[in-house]
């Protein structure tokens, strides 16, 4: 880890007041997350994700360093292009004051659901601010090569569109996948129902094919959530 970390300056935020929502956009109900950017606040990849009780069950250090010589590789082909245009800036800090208060990264999701009228339910699974896990769609991937299959469940959207255990996904949608967060992260953005394309490699050979999304397929587990405890009354 100390050479991979030679390539990168590490910056730890331990509160959410001041942080860009447009920028550092993630699952908030979670205890640790991580981006690799540039200087331009282009984000290679996210790294973390949970979707269930224990906040490390999709992390590990080789998983890890896994994803970050991935986002070393892209930042050198990167490196000479244009940076992307600025996003507009919005703070926790700004939007639902507390200032001087800690901030955790499930009180975000927690002023975001008190501001919204009429107020969410626990069933309003549209409106509540949760990244989708792969298991969604059928797969379980690697905890140490995040976006490499480990095991595809039988009849799901991602075993009738032929992907296979050992195979690496490389693109979800628009967004390119190189750990298990960026995976949630394109699931977030696909469309509630329709087909979502996918690129995968296998046997050295990138290959292309899409899931069929059925209505309904954002079921998500939320027991044990803490920003949407208050809902569930």
Not at 103 to 125: A, G, Q
Request: a positive charge.
């Amino acid at each position: 880890m100390k050479e991979l970390l030679k390539h990168f300056v590490c910056v730890k935020r331990t509160s959410m007041h001041d942080v860009n929502l447009e920028v550092f956009a993630f699952d908030y109900d979670l205890t640790w997350w991580a981006f690799l950017i540039d200087a331009h606040e282009r984000v290679y990849s996210r790294f973390g994700g949970s979707g269930d009780a224990d906040p490390a069950s999709r992390l590990s250090v080789a998983g890890l360093k896994y994803t970050m010589r991935l986002v070393l590789q892209e930042h050198e082909r990167r490196r000479n292009e244009l940076p992307p245009p600025p996003v507009a800036v919005r703070r926790p800090v700004d939007l639902f004051g507390m200032k001087g208060k800690c901030m955790h990264c499930h009180h975000v999701n927690e002023n975001f659901y008190k501001r919204e009228t009429p107020k969410p339910r626990i069933t309003d699974l549209d409106r509540l601010r949760f990244l989708p896990v792969p298991e969604d769609v059928g797969l379980t991937l690697m905890i140490d090569a995040g976006n490499r299959i480990e095991r595809v469940i039988e009849a799901s959207p991602a075993d009738k569109a032929g992907l296979r255990p050992g195979d690496i996904v490389w693109q979800v949608g628009s967004v390119p996948t190189r750990s298990q967060g960026d995976v949630m992260w394109a699931l977030k953005l696909a469309p509630k129902e329709g087909r979502l394309a996918l690129v995968f490699e296998r046997n050295a050979k990138r290959r292309e094919t899409s899931l069929e999304l059925a209505g309904g397929w954002k079921k998500p587990d939320l027991s044990w959530r803490r920003s949407v405890s208050k809902l569930k009354k």
